[in-house]
């Protein structure tokens, strides 16, 4: 099956400076890779999804980058604010949702103001 | 107007009991997920289910079912309670034509306390 691994665990960074996540997965036949944002005591909420057949999406202060062939994807966040604190998961799926998503062990993004 | 929606929101029982967490969607999707977060925030599939199929995570013990009456519900049955059930069990669902992922949506979570 599908194994994923993220990382940092935690990241620290000032407040307006970048912050960026790592992920990679390691089934080739995975193709829809969704980012989530979990905020303390909250449900995990889409902020940005890519799928393989496209290298790099964004919106507006974030974007998300794929490399298929070294099988790593990464969630970049620039000009962070206060609000963008919270634990990021990366994930992976394929082929519909039979299997569910294959979630990272998530990222703490603390902001420091 | 809650697109997906779990009751309780906090269920605290005793090791060995039997209980129920519910799971209502009304986005019209055809996918509908349990995931269990446990302490350290992981989250892991347990169950993907449609109208036509359901996967099990190999790794969840046969004393979790999921039951579903309807397209929109998709219920969590665990037996006999132990203490490392205790963890958030998050309920999702996801609109996924002809094998294609779309975004999934979680509902508000149950954190159960197994005591």
């Known amino acids: 099956g599908e194994n994923v691994e993220q990382h940092p665990s935690t990241l620290s960074v000032q407040e307006g400076d970048s912050a960026v996540i790592k992920c990679t997965y390691s089934?080739?036949?995975?193709?829809?890779f969704p980012w989530y944002k979990q905020e303390l005591g909250k449900r995990p909420q889409l902020i940005i999804d890519?799928?393989?057949?496209?290298g790099e999406k964004k919106d507006q202060r974030i974007a998300v980058t794929l490399n298929k062939t070294a099988k790593h994807f990464s969630l970049h966040i620039t000009e962070t604010q206060p609000e963008d604190s919270a634990v990021y998961f990366c994930a992976a799926a394929s082929g519909g949702g039979a299997d569910g998503l294959t979630f990272g062990k998530g990222t703490h993004l603390i902001i420091q103001p | 107007d809650t697109a997906v929606s779990q009751t309780p929101k906090y269920l605290v029982t005793q090791m060995g009991n039997d209980k129920s967490i519910k799971c209502e969607q009304n986005l019209g999707h055809d996918t509908m997920y349990w995931y269990k977060q446990d302490s350290k925030k992981f989250l892991k599939i347990m169950f993907s289910y449609n109208n036509k199929e359901l996967i099990i995570n190999e790794t969840v013990p046969n004393r979790f079912s999921p039951k579903s009456p309807d397209k929109a519900h998709l219920n969590l049955h665990i037996n006999s309670l132990e203490l490392g059930d205790s963890a958030v069990y998050f309920c999702?669902?996801?609109?996924?034509?002809?094998?294609?992922?779309?975004?999934?949506?979680f509902g508000q979570g149950t954190r159960l306390t197994v005591v």
């Open positions: 999702a669902s996801s609109q996924d034509p002809g094998r294609v992922n779309t975004e999934a949506f």
């Open positions: 890519i799928r393989s057949n496209v």
């Open positions: 089934d080739s036949a995975s193709n829809y």
